[in-house]
């Protein structure tokens, strides 16, 4: 089932500007992952928080994660058109069985 | 460069056709996912293994069957395949000791007429 929610599930920004994206969740993870998807590809992973972190950065990345209330945010800063793709949050049991997906945040960055 | 391969990129079949797909992964990961994703409706889970021989049902597994005889290779067998099983497939792997970081293979688009 369908445990993980991204908002917006579309979202369109000019190229240097910041877009963020939210994800909820309804399980208790272990950490949560953020996936890129470039149209028609396989997706990639991103950045991991686990669940005992807050805030994590990784170059123009910055993930936020709320434990308390399910949520965890994805931060793209200075976007590029380059970083127009489909973006997934993943949530993660301690076993590595439970990979919850949800639908994905389309996001469209143009020059 | 790490990988996880997967056999066709394009199939075209008949209804009723019996479809294999493969997906072959150079990690030495345990555990191994397929995954088909439609428009709208995101990833979702159809089978998964943790180990050679083993598998588990996801939220979809009805009109598949999988089948993992050595721990490189995961195949997913649609044994009559139908129109609405027409659908991107992806295949993914992750290490259990690890952080369970999913790589996936670039996807089979497979169109069932």
């Known amino acids: 089932s369908q445990q993980g929610e991204e908002d917006p599930q579309a979202l369109s920004i000019q190229e240097g500007e910041n877009a963020t994206m939210n994800c909820s969740y309804k399980?208790?993870?272990?950490?949560l992952q953020w996936y890129r998807q470039n149209s028609g590809r396989g997706l990639v992973h991103l950045i991991l928080?686990?669940?005992?972190?807050r805030e994590k950065h990784s170059g123009r990345l910055r993930v936020t994660l709320d434990t308390s209330k399910k949520s965890s945010s994805l931060l793209i800063t200075a976007s590029r058109a380059a970083d127009t793709a489909s973006y997934f949050c993943?949530?993660?049991?301690?076993?590595?069985?439970?990979?919850?997906f949800g639908k994905g945040t389309t996001l469209s960055v143009s020059s | 460069d790490v990988k996880v391969t997967q056999s066709s990129r394009y199939l075209v079949k008949r209804t009723g056709e019996k479809v294999f797909l493969e997906c072959v992964q150079d990690m030495d990961h345990e555990n191994m996912f397929w995954y088909r994703q439609d428009p709208g409706l995101g990833l979702r889970l159809i089978y998964f293994s943790y180990d050679v021989k083993m598998k588990e049902k996801g939220d979809i597994p009805e009109g598949y069957s999988v089948s993992r005889e050595k721990k490189e290779r995961f195949s997913l067998i649609l044994e009559s395949a139908s129109t609405n099983q027409t659908s991107m497939y992806l295949c993914?792997?992750?290490?259990?000791?690890?952080?369970?970081?999913?790589?996936f293979g670039a996807g089979s688009r497979l169109t069932v007429l």
């Open positions: 928080i686990r669940s005992n972190e």
């Open positions: 399980t208790s993870i272990n950490n």
């Open positions: 993943v949530a993660a049991n301690q076993a590595g069985t439970a990979l919850i």
């Open positions: 993914a792997s992750s290490d259990r000791a690890g952080a369970n970081v999913l790589t």
